[in-house]
């Protein structure tokens, strides 16, 4: 459920356009596919327990028609390969490099953010969130092992790695010379942790621990100001997940919510709050500038919110969601979901099928540089 970098405005693209070829009818040349520059991608983790592997699905754009439409398990298609398990995190480094955490195989995957080819991974053992800086030559990531590894993205080697700072690393985030990453819980899941590590960005010598609500797992720089969510106890409605503000050494509370997401064109953060177990789900923004918390949907029909995204080039929405069990009647986490595209004022826009469990949003936009 996790992280991001969005955009997709105005985008230069061409149609997809993947043809299949009769394997028995030598007289045919199989056209090579054209692939989109631009777009949005989702990253699926699959299911770790049903054994099914993660996929990576593409948004493409369509400039002439105005038109998004949906490639489904492209990393695979491209590469002849699969994804592998648990994916858990993605981002694009500078525009070209779309950088993937992909937990179960112990690797950093790069891949080619105009071709979609995937160049020689980096090892990492149990990699799970990533951050990186505008500017920056190195990309940074938090593991299960209780250490952060920093990658030199001109080499593609592991230029340092910190000491053991905590059990079950979760979110990380990068704000100039600091870094913020999410101690969440214990290698066996049975205690949660209740700080956020700052570490020295260039050297990964820990700074300080930072008291947060019990169990962070996500951390965002919006600039002016670092947000923390935690998830709280699932079981001890006195302990809902929350998310802080860390502005000027001081935190402050800023609303319940179960995942957060960054919109860097009107300065303000989304949150969905979907408790564990059911109940109503809350959908809102708090306005960076005036402090204000509104509504942005109300009983939108998203059954089971699961990642959620801003393009920071125009305020569009990205939510996914999991589909209902027909059985159960609850959220199937071995089923396909679906994407949401809305306007920043509500509006859908469209709704696309995509993988199982789409943990992670990430846009591709020229503009954005």
């Known amino acids: 459920m996790k992280k991001y970098l969005l955009s997709i405005a105005v985008l230069m693209a061409a149609t997809i356009s993947f043809t299949s070829c009769d394997d028995d009818d030598d007289s045919k040349t199989c056209p090579t596919p054209v692939i989109p520059r631009y777009g949005v991608y989702v990253i699926n983790e699959g299911s770790y327990y049903s054994q099914i592997n993660g996929t990576l699905d593409f948004l493409g754009y369509d400039v002439a028609k105005g038109t998004y439409s949906m490639t489904r398990n492209i990393f695979e298609d491209v590469n002849g390969r699969s994804l592998g398990g648990t994916p858990n995190d993605a981002l694009i480094v500078g525009d070209s490099v779309l950088c993937i955490a992909v937990a179960d195989e112990n690797r950093v995957e790069f891949v080619n953010t105009t071709t979609k080819k995937a160049d020689a991974a980096v090892s990492i053992d149990n990699p799970r969130e990533l951050a990186y800086e505008s500017g920056s ?51 066996d899941y049975t205690t949660y942790y209740k700080n956020v590590v700052e570490l020295n ?22 600039g002016s100001a670092i947000f923390i969510l935690s998830m709280g106890i699932y079981d001890d409605k006195d302990k809902p997940a929350t998310v802080q503000m860390l502005k000027d050494g001081q935190l402050s509370t800023i609303g319940n919510a179960t995942m957060m997401a960054y919109d860097a064109y009107n300065d303000q953060l989304y949150m969905i709050n979907a408790p564990y177990g059911g109940g109503d789900k809350e959908y809102k923004v708090y306005n960076l500038k005036n402090g204000q918390t509104t509504t942005f949907l109300t009983n939108p029909d998203i059954f089971s919110p699961y990642s959620l995204a801003v393009n920071p080039v125009n305020g569009d929405v990205f939510i996914t969601s999991s589909t209902k069990n027909p059985d159960t009647g609850y959220a199937d986490y071995t089923a396909d979901c679906k994407l949401y595209r809305y306007t920043s004022a509500g509006i859908l826009l469209g709704t696309y099928d995509c993988g199982v469990n789409p943990g992670t949003i990430v846009c591709d936009s020229y503009y954005q540089k």
């Open 137 to 187: 030559n190195y990309l940074y990531v938090s593991s299960y092992t209780g250490k952060v590894y920093k990658i030199d993205m001109t080499t593609r080697t592991i230029a340092g790695e910190s000491e053991k700072v905590g059990a079950n690393l979760e979110g990380i985030a990068v704000a100039g010379n600091k870094l913020y990453v999410c101690n969440s819980c214990s290698s």
């Open 201 to 222: 960005a260039s050297t990964l010598a820990k700074n300080q621990d930072i008291e947060v609500v019990d169990d962070p797992v996500d951390v965002i720089n919006a």
